[in-house]
């Protein structure tokens, strides 16, 4: 069974940077695209982030363009997410996601997705 659990989450003022990370579970990680994901109240899920199974080719949603860098360390099976000039609207739960199957292009849809963590919380003050 793949597990995917999320770390890194906080509390990081108006500006501030963090970085979150997320290990899963399994002897073949790097056959795995890998994404990101957040929901904040009252939303739905929406895309952040995925990066190819050998990290060549990262892809961003609108929100994280020019702000966040998804990156990857297969030896460690971890996945990272780098979000730079933080502001309110980034607060959410950030969801890391695990998809098994070969795409021409990384999965911008939950459903492409096999595998999620539990999540982990990013609150951004003002």
């Known amino acids: 069974q793949v597990q995917v659990v999320e770390s890194g989450g906080g509390l990081v003022q108006t500006g501030g940077s963090l970085r979150v990370s997320c290990i899963v579970s399994?002897?073949?990680?790097?056959?795995?695209?890998m994404g990101w994901f957040r929901q904040a109240p009252g939303k739905e899920r929406e895309f952040v982030a995925a990066?190819?199974?050998?990290?060549?080719?990262?892809y961003y949603g609108d929100s994280a363009k020019d702000r966040f860098t998804i990156s990857r360390e297969n030896a460690k099976n971890t996945v990272y997410l780098q979000m730079n000039s933080l502001k309110p609207e980034d607060t959410a739960v950030y969801y890391c996601?695990?998809?098994?199957?070969?795409?021409?292009?990384?999965?911008?849809?939950?459903?492409?997705?096999?595998?999620w963590g539990q999540g982990t919380q990013v609150t951004v003050s003002s």
């Open positions: 996601a695990a998809d098994s199957t070969v795409r021409t292009v990384p999965g911008r849809v939950e459903g492409e997705y096999d595998y």
């Open positions: 399994t002897r073949t990680f790097s056959t795995y695209t």
């Open positions: 990066i190819s199974r050998s990290g060549g080719g990262t």
